[in-house]
């Protein structure tokens, strides 16, 4: 579709009409009446794009006038004459608008001045006017934002990190997601109004990960670089494996200390508060009694206890000889655990035993058997006969 002619041609009789009716409409202000609206293409605009301003009306028209805003002189767009195909620049011309015959208003490369109401008034061969009003939203093509960090080094359960997304533009709106997901639901996760900032407060290991700040508005979308929020953390409380207790004697001893940390921790060894070394791991070769730490090493297993004592009176006792710590006493008649009676008692610590008076059923074998959680070891046997009832 051709631009129409800007200058009359001179010597037009009917073109002095219509400037006279021109003069007249410039002056006239639209009918409080409801009004029509016009369709804008497209509703939203990036900056540089057309938009066309297309006029609904199917009436017949003398004239159409455009207004950027509302019909006022300093707001004329132009006048298009339909008898004589011209069109006359008004105050408001940018040298970016042209009408077309059928009234609609195409705006090139738009900027942001451009948003705004726009006012089209008709005058009909009926001679009532009409009038039709639309806005065009012209947003800027967003830049690609980037993530500023109120500090770069950051420490578990110590203060707060601040990400910020920035340029600030307006009309604009922000989500942040990290590992490319939504932000997840943390008490610790706080958003500013606008959304540009995030602050984590009190930091932890777990809000490690790869930040991303995303913008939008109406004509476009952008996103930044993800960033790596680091936390520092650690050393956590060491653990030795592996984790058993106890241990034979005249074993080797192999111990490893471990400790989750973001930095590599060195580990010191100690036995019984003694300083032994500076490695991970820790080799006990041939492990003795001295090597014990905090009873975490039993002692060997007790030496062959002596034989029990014994009276030939109606008391018999038997006690157990070991000279041995920590250790447990049991007692067994002909080789099974030992079944104490009425008469008979055990000391405190199971080191005696007292029968009181012996019968004829207690004859035979008894044997006491010390023990460690590393070894077990039974005495020789001591054989207790009595005659009589």
Known sequence: ???????????????????????????????????????????????????????????????????????????????????????????AHTGRETTYPNGSLLLQKVTLEDTGTYTLLI?????????????????????????????????????????????????????????????????????????????????????????????????????????????????????????????????????TCQSVSYLSAQSSWFINETYRQSTQQLLIPDSIVGDSENNSLWPSPPSRPATPQSQTTGLVVFTCLSKHNGISISWFHEGERLRLTERMKLSQDNSSLTMNPVRMEDAGKYQYEVSNPGSAIRSDSLILSRSGK
């Open 1 to 91: 579709m051709q631009r129409p002619s800007v200058t009359p041609s001179r010597g037009h009789s009917s073109w002095q009409g219509a400037l006279l009716t021109v003069s007249l409409l410039l002056s006239w202000s639209p009918p409080t009446t409801a009004q029509l609206t016009l369709e804008s293409v497209p509703q939203a605009a990036a900056e540089g794009q057309d938009v066309l301003l297309r006029n609904p009306s199917q009436a017949e028209a003398i004239f159409y006038n455009w207004y950027k805003g509302f019909s006022r002189d300093n707001n004329h767009i132009g006048t298009y004459v339909i008898s004589s195909g011209t069109f006359t620049r008004g105050s």
């Open 123 to 255: 005058t009909k061969t009926d001679g009532v006017p009409e009038s039709l009003t639309e806005q065009i939203l012209v947003f800027r093509k967003l830049p690609k934002p980037s993530i500023k960090s109120n500090s770069s080094y950051h420490v578990e359960d110590q203060g707060s990190v601040t990400l910020l997304c920035e340029p600030e533009t307006q009309t604009t709106t922000s989500q942040w997601l990290i590992h490319n997901q939504s932000l997840p639901d943390n008490s610790r996760l706080e958003l500013s109004m606008d959304n540009r900032s995030l602050t984590v407060h009190t930091v932890t290991r777990n809000e490690s990960g790869f930040y991303e700040c995303r913008t939008r508005n109406p004509v476009s979308s952008s996103h930044s670089d993800p960033i790596f929020l680091n936390i520092f953390y650690g050393p956590d409380t060491p653990t030795i494996s592996p984790s058993a207790e106890h241990y034979s004697p005249g074993n080797n001893i192999n111990l």
